[in-house]
């Protein structure tokens, strides 16, 4: 089983802020994505990263693949009240399917 | 908009019952998944179809579940003789294919499942 650990967990912060949420594993992965759920919803792919050390931008967003193949971060720049979600990371190995983290419960206060 | 429909949004019954669920794929995708969220959790992969075939299904998967893709377009997902432990979101998603860039899914919005 290819476990994904996401912290943290939950994580508040004020608008204009920047935070940091980390996606590590032990097993390396071909492809990582990033996925934003809000409540009721299902997740919706942010991005996907593929090769090992790559950096992407998705306007505030920067997410970053780990040289290994095995972690990522997702960075987020001057937080929006929009921000708010459920980020969730998903790593594909050789078994055809994603599996996903728990997620990191962010919250951001006007 | 022609992305993942799934059906009802949300069902409540009594244990014991059946229920059913329905989920439409985008349609130029050929694999269909269904995954399980509790809260708190991320998705818990339950099974996928490639085309009209099931090819792979999860432990969690107990024999009161079946799903079924008989055309290679729509699915279902049937649970017999609910269990209180059987509320959780149901998730459908679907995918263009496998292979670097292509492992991405794009989901419904679920069925949001309490039992009594």
């Not at chain 2, 244990?15 to 708190?40: A, K, M």
Request: glycine share 10%.
């Amino acid at each position: 089983t290819q476990l994904l650990e996401q912290s943290p967990q939950f994580l508040s912060i004020q608008e204009g802020e920047n935070l940091t949420v980390y996606c590590n594993s032990s097993s390396v992965f071909s492809s990582l994505q990033w996925y934003r759920q809000e409540p009721g919803e299902g997740p919706v792919l942010l991005v996907t990263v593929v090769t090992g050390g790559e950096v992407k931008k998705l306007k505030r967003l920067t997410f970053q693949f780990g040289d290994a193949r095995k972690d990522s971060s997702l960075h987020i720049t001057a937080a929006q009240p929009g921000d708010t979600g459920l980020y969730l990371c998903a790593g594909a190995g050789g078994n055809n399917r994603l599996a996903f983290g728990k997620g990191n419960q962010v919250v951001v206060i006007p | 908009d022609t992305g993942v429909s799934q059906n009802p949004r949300h069902k409540i019954t009594k244990r014991g019952q059946n229920v059913t669920f329905r989920c439409d794929p985008i349609s130029e995708h050929n694999r269909l998944y269904w995954y399980r969220q509790t809260l708190g959790q991320g998705p818990e992969f339950l099974t996928y179809f490639q085309n009209e075939a099931q090819l792979e299904k999860s432990r969690l998967l107990s024999d009161r579940f079946s799903a079924e893709r008989p055309k290679g377009s729509f699915s279902t997902l049937e649970i017999q003789r609910t269990e209180q432990g059987d509320s959780a979101m149901y998730l459908c998603a679907s995918s263009p294919g496998w292979g670097p860039y292509n492992e991405k899914l794009f989901f419904g919005s679920g069925t949001q499942l309490s039992v009594l």
